[in-house]
């Protein structure tokens, strides 16, 4: 296990709700980065948030936000949901400038009806 | 901007066979990182090798090795004697060694392991 968990395991909503998934870095780890995994295909980055400010944010609309805490947990905040929101979100920590050490966590699987 | 290619959606491969995953990728950085992970079914990610841009011997971690060939842009994974356990999908990524520290995946290989 890496030491990064996330809430809830799964969630279902329903089209125009909001949702906030929740990640749980590893000790010490002060930069947590978010991804979006579609059925059948790759992660694709969301934003990445660095001592509390977001610090590069992948191609997804603003309704896509985040927080990251003074205790380095982050939240993923999606509002108006779509159906094609429905995947698998992954957050990842690490500490800046040792990406090596980016420990995913096991994912949120939203699903959006 | 940055491009991952991953051809084979799916291999079968016999148990205690090497497999080669292959991964050719696309970026006008000259400083990059290209990272390989293991996704089985239950969801995370898991790290396996890493190949810096610059490195100039081919990455290896116990039963993976990474066949790096810069002139082609390519990074395939290779997995010697292979397990029932290795079946999973496979990611190929990378990073730029400028900016935020984003990962670029592509689509994955998804190995079945047969007994």
């Known amino acids: 296990e890496t030491g990064v968990t996330q809430s809830p395991t799964h969630l279902i909503k329903t089209r125009g709700q909001q949702v906030t998934l929740r990640c749980s870095s590893q000790?010490?780890?002060?930069?947590v980065s978010w991804y979006q995994q579609a059925l059948g295909q790759g992660p694709q980055f969301i934003f990445q948030?660095?001592?509390?400010?977001?610090?590069g944010r992948g191609n997804f609309p603003p309704r896509f936000s985040g927080l990251q805490f003074p205790n380095y947990s982050s939240e993923l905040n999606v509002n108006a949901l779509e159906l094609d929101d429905s995947a698998l979100y992954l957050c990842?920590?690490?500490?800046?400038?040792?990406?090596?050490?980016?420990?995913f966590g096991p994912g949120t699987r939203l699903t959006v009806t | 901007a940055q491009k991952i290619t991953q051809t084979q959606p799916g291999m079968f491969v016999q148990e205690k066979e090497a497999v080669t995953l292959d991964c050719t990728y696309d970026t006008s950085d000259q400083s990059y990182g290209l990272f390989w992970y293991k996704q089985p079914s239950s969801g995370e990610m898991i790290f396996l090798i890493y190949q810096g841009s610059y490195d100039e011997q081919n990455a290896t971690e116990g039963r993976y090795s990474l066949n790096f060939q810069k002139a082609r842009k390519s990074a395939n994974l290779v997995i010697s004697a292979s397990q029932l356990g290795d079946s999973a999908m496979y990611f190929c990524?990378?990073?730029?060694?400028?900016?935020?520290?984003?990962?670029?995946f592509g689509t994955g290989t998804r190995l079945t392991i047969i007994p």
């Open positions: 990524a990378m990073r730029s060694n400028f900016g935020n520290e984003k990962l670029t």
């Open positions: 000790s010490g780890h002060n930069t």
């Open positions: 990842a920590s690490s500490l800046v400038d040792r990406a090596l050490e980016q420990y």
């Open positions: 948030y660095y001592r509390e400010e977001e610090n």
